[in-house]
Every structure is written in structure tokens, then in C-alpha cells.
């Protein structure tokens, strides 16, 4: 009876998981069915090596498969890619390189008539889209619309005089443009044979937006939100320009050969259809008025170009191209910061111009004019050059699938903003409150954005009215939308501690002064309070730090700093433990190694 009772089958416990678990079940397992097989069961045997080996194997499979699972879910992951990829099955889309957007002056010469003596506006040139421009500190910008120095609402001064005369022979034109960061840049691809859903990786590292894609057919394909939309809005010269004030005209047309983008933490890819050409020639592809596709719980509203409502009738996705060459146009940002600075875009690297009716013109007069063309920014161009955090990325994915791609409650706002294309420019932060002096459901967003160096700063009218239109394609219709500048409140810490008997008092303080830096490096949302006793604890924690005397918190105000005067002892709590700020304000920690003083005591 105990000789069955030995022998008897005992289930394999799948439970363990970690080496000591897994070893101790395998010589469990060893005693009781070869017992007289193996008896040595000491650690520097051969049999203990077998064991401990295979325990080891256990050990990391568990993990890797613990690991595995936990970057299967938005919650718990915690590599960059990985995140990435959950929320873009979510419906958020990722850019990782946005541009920044801004107005700059153009100036030009212009010759005085010989008669009149008033500017000889047949000279005044129009600088056309696609003009570069470049920064004093290397980065290249690009005009996206035609600046004509002909317009009449320029402003015009006298430059040069004939000395002799005293007459003026040449007058100094001023207008304005928009401008974005980067630079425009083709790649070619060969096709072969077809190939469905085909893929195109574009070489470009910060790669803002995709311009077109033409095969050498001369076929255009045009960027959808999803495959399975197929109609897009394209702009038309409006003929009454001149009397109705509107340039131009907006026309739904179909396209069966479309495309997608792609972006994340390497590379940008585009994907095509999964169509033949020959699906558009027997009619494959449906009118674009059917609907055939249906994804329950989700919008396809993306921005004002395209149409959220018509959505294929085919089950192609679009057209793929095949034995073809496809040339590709993107905008690439040449520097990680694409900001600007006041005044520090200066040369005209690649200028594009074209004169009114060049054949009655002096040629000679007209390379003069090209050569003069100078140019600068009045206001700094902005955006956001750092990248959210992983934290970020996660509370923004959650908002932005719960939201639909529609904009109801004051987080769907937010997820908005920040879904915002990178070819409108990027907000740093958002914050949407109701306004209580308003009976017309008017909302107030206020929006901060990134300077050149990282700090936060008001974002520039451009950059608002890129918001305002993208916005307005997923809000309410009874709902108004007020744009403003959240107020920046920089502030100073000051704290003093003392010193674990062993430490020294210099590496204390400088460990402690790295780690407040590290609780402030990333920006605070907007109306965020400061909690002092967060920063206690980051102090407690410092292991060099025996004790910690005190912590205050100062405003920083006058130049360089922001010149919003605010009250710390007014706002802070009355237990002292939390610096309470108005919803419309934002702190800001704008120089952690000046504005964090440390004492050792």
C-alpha cells in the first residue's frame, strides 16, 4: 500500500513561477518518481546544476510572459513604442515631430516710376508658396502662402535717393506671410508587381506631414483620416473673389487612389489600398454617397479638409499602385526645435518669385529686386518641442477614444487639441472651463504653448487659428468657443535641510537640489496646484538628507520672467500644504538651476 501511495500520480502545479518555487517542484518531483534514480541533492552536483538551469528557464519565461502581458494593455505598459501602438488601436493619432507655425515680414525694393515719382508697382513681385527660410540658429521655415508686395495694403517707405535730385529712386515694400517649420523633401520608390495594403517608409526622421504622393502615370493620391473614406474637400479659385470676399470654393471629389500616415517614435509610413486600377475601371469602387462600412462608436471626423460622412461603398480600401514610381513630398523638420525667437529669422535661402508680365520689364531691374528680398519675424513662432510623457500619452488616449472624435464634454475639448495634426502646429497644454458670465453655452479654452528653449509661452495668433478651425470640426454646433492665453505664474523654491551625520553637506544639497529639479521637470497642466508636501517627501527621500528645516515657495516675477504678480500666501492652504492657483493660470519652474536655492543647516 505505501508503495502506491509513493507511486501515486500527483498533479504538476502550474503555479510556480519564480526559481525557488520551480527548483523546489522539481526535486519534489524527482524524489518522488525516481527515487532511486537520483538521490544527490547537493548543490555543487551535476544534478543541481541540471535543476538550477532549468529553473532559471522557468524563471525568465515567467517574466517575459508577466512583461508581455502587462505592455498588452494601455494601463500597465511601460515602453514608448508600445504605448504607442495601443493608442493608435484607440483612434489617436501620434506625431512625434509637430511643426510650428507663425507670420513673417518680407521686404522688397521697389523702383519710383520716372514720371510720377511714386512706386512703379509693376516691379512689385509676388514670393510664391514654397519659399525657405532659415533661422539664425540653422532651422529652415517654409511659406505656405504667395506673398504679393503689389497689394495695397502694404506698407510703403522711401529707401534710396538720387543725392543729386534728392528724388526717390527706390521704395522699400513690407507684407506678410505665413510661415511653417521645415523643409520640403521628395523620396522615390519603385513599385513592382501588386501588392495589397502596400507600404512606403519614409527615410526622414521628424517628418510633420506628408505633401503629396504622385506615381509617374501622373496619378495623384490624397491622404484620408482611414482607408475606408473616399471623398475629400478640395479647394477651387472662386471667380467672384472680388465680390463675395471668398477665395475660395470647397468641392467634395472622390478618390479611389488615397492613403494614410503613419507616425511613430522611428520612422513615418504611408499605406496604400488594397484596389487594382482595374477596380476603377469596371466600377468597383462604389459612388462615394454609399455607405457600406460600418464602425459602431466611432466618428471619422478629421479635420476641415475632409468629409466626415461619405464613406466608401467598396471593400478594396482604395487603390494600390503597382509597376509604377511613386514620388513622395513630405515636410521634414531639419532641428528637433522648430521654435523661434523674435526677430531670428532672418536669410532667404531658396526664394521662389515671379514678376506681373516679366517680358516688359528690365531684367536688370528685376535681379536687383530678387536680391533684396529680406526678411524677419516681429513675433516668435511657436509650438511644443518636447515630447509628452508616457503618463501623457495614456491620459490623452483615454480622453480621445471616450470623446469619439466629438467634442461634448470639456475632456473631449482637450483630447481635441491635442489630436490636432502636426501640419496645424502643436499646444503644449489645454485647459477648458464653462463660462459662468455667458446664458449662450460659451466655453473658454485657454492654451499655452513652448518658446524656442522649452519654456511656456502665450502661442501666436496663427497657431490660434489653426486650433479654432480644427476645433470647429469636432464641436458642438450650439457651442462657442473662446480662445485665450492661460496666464504664467513662475515661481522660486527655496528650502533648507540638514545632513545625514555621514554625508557630505555639498553632495546633500546637490542630490536634494536634483531631485526637486526631477519633480518639476515636466510642465504642470493648467489650474494644477503646487503641493509642498510633495515636495517634502522628495526631500525626505534624498538619502544624504537626515532632516528637512523648511520649503517656500516664491513668485518670480520682471524681466526675465513673467510679469503676473501672484500672492503665495494669499493662495496657499491653510495647513501649508498646498499653493492653490486660478483655473486660468499655470505654474511654471521656468529656471531650476537659479530658481532652486538650497541651505544646509
Known amino acids: 500500500m505505501s508503495d502506491l501511495n509513493k507511486n501515486k500520480i500527483v498533479p504538476i502545479n502550474y503555479t510556480n513561477r519564480d526559481f525557488n518555487s520551480i527548483r523546489e517542484a522539481l526535486i519534489e518531483h524527482a524524489r518522488?518518481?525516481?527515487?532511486?534514480?537520483?538521490?544527490?541533492?547537493?548543490?555543487?552536483?551535476?544534478?543541481?546544476?541540471?535543476?538550477?538551469?532549468?529553473?532559471?528557464?522557468?524563471?525568465?519565461?515567467?517574466?517575459?510572459?508577466?512583461?508581455?502581458?502587462?505592455?498588452?494593455?494601455?494601463?500597465?505598459?511601460?515602453?514608448?513604442?508600445?504605448?504607442?501602438?495601443?493608442?493608435?488601436?484607440?483612434?489617436?493619432?501620434?506625431t512625434k515631430a509637430p511643426a510650428s507655425f507663425g507670420i513673417c515680414q518680407m521686404f522688397a525694393l521697389v523702383p519710383s516710376n520716372p514720371v510720377t515719382g511714386t512706386p512703379d508697382m509693376k516691379y512689385a513681385p509676388v514670393v510664391r508658396t514654397g519659399t525657405t527660410l532659415s533661422s539664425t540658429a540653422g532651422n529652415l521655415y517654409t511659406l505656405i502662402e504667395d506673398v504679393d508686395f503689389s497689394n495695397p495694403n502694404n506698407d510703403i517707405i522711401v529707401a534710396r535717393v538720387n543725392e543729386t535730385t534728392g528724388y526717390p529712386t527706390y521704395y522699400a515694400v513690407k507684407t506678410e506671410g505665413q510661415i511653417i517649420s521645415g523643409e520640403l523633401f521628395t523620396h522615390t520608390e519603385a513599385i513592382g508587381a501588386y501588392e495589397k495594403y502596400k507600404k512606403i517608409v519614409l527615410p526622414g526622421e521628424n517628418v510633420s506631414e506628408v505633401?503629396?504622393?504622385?506615381?509617374?502615370?501622373?496619378?495623384?493620391?490624397?491622404?484620408?483620416?482611414?482607408?475606408?473614406?473616399?471623398?475629400?474637400?478640395?479647394?477651387?479659385?472662386?471667380p467672384n473673389y472680388s465680390r463675395d470676399n471668398v477665395p475660395n470654393i470647397l468641392k467634395t471629389i472622390p478618390v479611389p487612389r488615397r492613403y494614410i500616415v503613419e507616425h511613430s517614435d522611428d520612422d513615418t509610413v504611408i499605406t496604400f489600398g488594397a484596389g487594382t486600377s482595374e477596380n476603377i475601371m469596371t466600377?468597383?469602387?462604389?459612388?462615394?454617397?454609399?455607405?457600406?462600412?460600418?464602425?459602431?462608436?466611432?466618428?471619422?471626423?478629421?479635420?476641415?479638409?475632409?468629409?466626415?460622412?461619405?464613406?466608401?461603398?467598396?471593400?478594396?480600401?482604395?487603390?494600390a499602385p503597382s509597376n509604377t514610381t511613386v514620388v513622395v513630398t513630405y515636410r521634414e523638420n531639419t532641428e528637433e526645435n522648430v521654435n523661434a525667437g523674435s526677430n531670428t529669422i532672418n536669410e532667404v535661402s531658396d526664394v521662389i518669385i515671379e514678376f506681373n508680365d516679366p517680358t516688359k520689364l528690365d531684367s536688370t531691374v528685376m535681379d536687383f529686386i530678387t536680391t533684396t528680398i529680406e526678411v524677419t519675424n516681429e513675433d516668435p513662432i511657436l509650438g511644443d518641442i518636447t515630447l509628452p510623457t508616457l503618463d501623457e500619452l495614456k491620459l490623452r488616449a483615454s480622453k480621445?477614444?471616450?470623446?469619439?472624435?466629438?467634442?461634448?464634454?470639456?475632456?473631449?475639448?482637450?483630447?481635441?487639441?491635442?489630436?490636432?495634426?502636426?501640419?496645424?502646429?502643436?499646444?503644449?497644454?489645454?485647459?477648458?472651463?464653462?463660462?459662468?458670465t455667458s446664458t449662450n453655452r460659451e466655453l473658454d479654452m485657454y492654451v499655452i504653448s513652448e518658446d524656442e528653449i522649452g519654456n511656456l509661452t502665450k502661442p501666436n495668433l496663427t497657431l490660434k487659428n489653426n486650433l479654432k478651425t480644427w476645433v470647429n470640426t469636432s464641436r458642438m454646433i450650439n457651442d462657442n468657443i473662446n480662445i485665450k492665453d492661460a496666464k504664467i505664474i513662475?515661481?522660486?523654491?527655496?528650502?533648507?535641510?540638514?545632513?545625514?551625520?555621514?554625508?557630505?553637506?555639498f553632495d546633500a544639497l546637490r542630490a536634494a537640489s536634483i531631485e526637486v529639479k526631477k519633480l518639476f521637470e515636466t510642465h504642470m497642466e493648467i489650474g494644477e496646484p503646487i503641493i509642498i508636501s510633495e515636495i517634502f517627501k522628495t526631500l525626505k527621500s534624498v538619502e544624504q538628507v537626515l532632516d528637512v528645516i523648511s520649503i517656500e515657495v516664491t513668485n518670480k516675477t520682471g524681466t526675465p520672467y513673467s510679469l503676473e504678480n501672484f500672492s503665495i500666501q494669499a493662495n496657499t492652504s491653510n495647513d501649508g500644504r498646498i499653493i492653490y492657483i486660478p483655473e486660468t493660470h499655470i505654474f511654471e519652474l521656468k529656471y531650476p538651476d537659479v530658481d532652486i536655492v538650497g541651505t544646509v543647516r
Open 283 to 319: 466600377g468597383s469602387v462604389s459612388d462615394p454617397s454609399t455607405m457600406a462600412i460600418k464602425r459602431h462608436g466611432k466618428s471619422y471626423i478629421s479635420d476641415s479638409s475632409f468629409d466626415p460622412f461619405m464613406l466608401t461603398g467598396d471593400e478594396k480600401m482604395g487603390v
Open 490 to 505: 513662475n515661481f522660486g523654491i527655496e528650502f533648507v535641510i540638514e545632513p545625514s551625520v555621514e554625508a557630505n553637506s
Open 400 to 436: 480621445s477614444f471616450s470623446s469619439q472624435r466629438r467634442a461634448v464634454t470639456k475632456d473631449d475639448y482637450v483630447s481635441v487639441v491635442y489630436s490636432m495634426p502636426a501640419n496645424l502646429g502643436a499646444i503644449k497644454r489645454c485647459s477648458v472651463l464653462r463660462d459662468r
Open 211 to 238: 505633401v503629396s504622393v504622385v506615381d509617374s502615370d501622373g496619378n495623384t493620391y490624397f491622404e484620408v483620416e482611414h482607408l475606408s473614406q473616399n471623398t475629400v474637400f478640395k479647394k477651387l479659385v472662386n
Open 32 to 94: 518522488r518518481y525516481y527515487p532511486d534514480t537520483y538521490k544527490d541533492f547537493n548543490e555543487a552536483s551535476f544534478g543541481s546544476l541540471v535543476l538550477d538551469t532549468v529553473s532559471y528557464v522557468g524563471d525568465v519565461l515567467s517574466f517575459y510572459l508577466d512583461y508581455q502581458a502587462n505592455e498588452s494593455f494601455l494601463n500597465t505598459a511601460s515602453e514608448y513604442k508600445n504605448v504607442l501602438k495601443l493608442m493608435s488601436s484607440m483612434g489617436f493619432k501620434f
